[in-house]
């Protein structure tokens, strides 16, 4: 989970990730994800937002970007956007 620099490898930032050895570059948590920790080695690091929320945010580093979906729409987990019903549905 750290990107070689001049003389040392740093540790990957919350909202990213490098799950290979050497001169890989961190990769952003998917929109829909957040990760707050550092120095993560998988995409799993990466937490879904709950159905009902939704971030279109990549590299996000909290829940906080994770928001409600509006009335008259929803989301499954880990949703980059939500949707609007269907006709004869609705959401609370």
């Known amino acids: 989970g750290s990107v070689g620099a001049t003389t040392e490898c740093e ?3 919350a909202g990213k990730y490098s799950d ?7 990769k952003d ?3 829909g994800r957040y990760s707050s920790a550092t120095s993560s ?6 937490v879904a937002c709950e159905g009902g929320k939704a971030s279109s945010d990549t590299g996000a ?10 009335l008259g729409s929803y989301s499954t987990e880990s ?6 019903c269907e006709v004869g549905r609705y959401s609370s």
């Open 61 to 70: 580093t909290s829940a906080g970007t994770c928001v409600d979906c509006v």
């Open 41 to 46: 080695i998988s995409a799993d690091a990466c």
């Open 79 to 84: 949703s980059d956007s939500c949707v609007e």
């Open 29 to 31: 948590c998917e929109a």
């Open 20 to 26: 290979f050895d050497g001169p890989e570059i961190c």
């Open 11 to 13: 540790p990957c930032p």
